[in-house]
C-alpha cells in the first residue's frame, strides 16, 4: 500500500473535496482520484459516497481514517527522526488575526527562522472565521486565532492570554483620571469585528452592569482603531502590548480604570495529520512567544 494513496485519502475525508485535497497536497485533482480509486480497489470497497454536490466518506473509510492518521503520524516521526531539525525544508502557511499581529507574531516568526533556517512561512492576516475558512479549505497549516476549531482532526493548543486596555485621546475628558465602567460606557466605544471575542465579552462586561454606550463601532484592523482613537471619535479596547509594540500617535492613552476589558484568550490551531514534521514543535515556539508577552 503506497503512503501517499493513505495521504491522499485523509486530506479528501478531512477537507471534503478532491480539489480541496489536490490544493492542500499541490497535485492535480486527477491524481488524487486515481489514488483514492487505486485505493478502493486494493481494499475492495468503496471509502466515499460520492453525489453530485458533496462527497461523504463511507463506513469503510471511516474505518480507515483512524489508522490511516496513525500511519501518517508515524512517517513524520520517522522523517523528523532521521532527517534532524536544521535540514527541515519546505513551507508553512501560517494565518493570524491582528492581535498576534501586533503583538508577537514577530518574536515567533523570528524564533521559527532561528531553528529551521531552510523553512519558508506564508503569512495570511484575517478576522478569525476567515482564518478558519480558509483552514477548512487546507489553505493554511497552522491558525493563531480566538476560538477553537471543533473537528476531532484539529488539535487546538492553548496559548497565553492577551491582556486587553481601554484607550482614549489625551484629551478626552476621563483620560486624566480614574474612572469606572460606567463613565466609559457614556462614551463612543471602538472594539473588534462584531461578533468577535472582544466585542463579544465588552458587551457582556457592559450588560452586566446594566450599561448601554450610546454607539458602538465594530472595526476589523488595529491600526484603523488607533486612527479613529487619535482623532477623538471614543475609546477603545485594544491589547495592551499593541500599544507598546506599534508606534502609536502620542494623543493616545491608557484609561485608569480598575474595570479593564476580559484578557483576549488565544489558541493556535493545526491539524494533527499535518504532513509538517516540525508543526508540534513549532506550536512550542508559538507557546513560547506568547507567554513572554504574557
Same mark, same amino acid.
Given at each position: 500500500m503506497n503512503i501517499r494513496f493513505l495521504e491522499a485519502f485523509v486530506w479528501v475525508a478531512r477537507l471534503k473535496g478532491f480539489r480541496a485535497a489536490a490544493e492542500k497536497l499541490n497535485v492535480s485533482?486527477?491524481?488524487? =482520484? =486515481? /489514488?483514492?480509486?487505486?485505493? $478502493?480497489? $486494493?481494499? !475492495?470497497?468503496?471509502?466515499? !459516497? /460520492?453525489? /453530485?454536490? $458533496?462527497?461523504?466518506? =463511507? !463506513?469503510?473509510?471511516?474505518?480507515?481514517? $483512524?489508522?490511516? !492518521?496513525?500511519?501518517?503520524?508515524a512517517e513524520r516521526t520517522l522523517k523528523s527522526n532521521m532527517a534532524g531539525r536544521v535540514e527541515l525544508v519546505g513551507r508553512l502557511r501560517i494565518g493570524a488575526i491582528e492581535s498576534v499581529v501586533h503583538t508577537w507574531l514577530g518574536s515567533f516568526l523570528a524564533k521559527i527562522t532561528q531553528k529551521y533556517p531552510k523553512l519558508e512561512f506564508e503569512l495570511t492576516i484575517e478576522p478569525s472565521p476567515s482564518l478558519q475558512n480558509l483552514f477548512a479549505k487546507g489553505a493554511l497549516d497552522l491558525i493563531l486565532q480566538t476560538d477553537s476549531v471543533l473537528d476531532e482532526g484539529v488539535n487546538n493548543t492553548p496559548l497565553s492570554d492577551l491582556q486587553m486596555i481601554w484607550a482614549c485621546r489625551i484629551d478626552n475628558q476621563i483620560a486624566e483620571k480614574e474612572v469606572r465602567l460606567s463613565e466609559i460606557g457614556q462614551q463612543q466605544i471602538i472594539t473588534f469585528a462584531r461578533g468577535s471575542q472582544p466585542h463579544l465579552s465588552m458587551l457582556t462586561q457592559f450588560a452586566e452592569r446594566d450599561i448601554k454606550p450610546p454607539q458602538i463601532h465594530c472595526i476589523t484592523s488595529i491600526s484603523a482603531i488607533n486612527v479613529l482613537v487619535a482623532q477623538g471619535l471614543g475609546v477603545a479596547t485594544v491589547p495592551a502590548k499593541a500599544l507598546e509594540s506599534e508606534p502609536i500617535d502620542e494623543r493616545i492613552v491608557v484609561i485608569n480604570t480598575p474595570d479593564v476589558p476580559r484578557p483576549l484568550k488565544l489558541v493556535a490551531c493545526w491539524y494533527r495529520y499535518s504532513t509538517n514534521s516540525a508543526i508540534e514543535d513549532i506550536i512550542l515556539l508559538a507557546k513560547e512567544a506568547s507567554s513572554h508577552y504574557q
Open positions: 485533482q486527477a491524481t488524487i =482520484s =486515481s /489514488r483514492i480509486s487505486t485505493l $478502493e480497489a $486494493e481494499l !475492495d470497497c468503496k471509502l466515499f !459516497d /460520492r453525489t /453530485r454536490n $458533496e462527497i461523504n466518506i =463511507s !463506513d469503510k473509510g471511516l474505518m480507515l481514517l $483512524e489508522d490511516a !492518521d496513525r500511519v501518517l503520524a
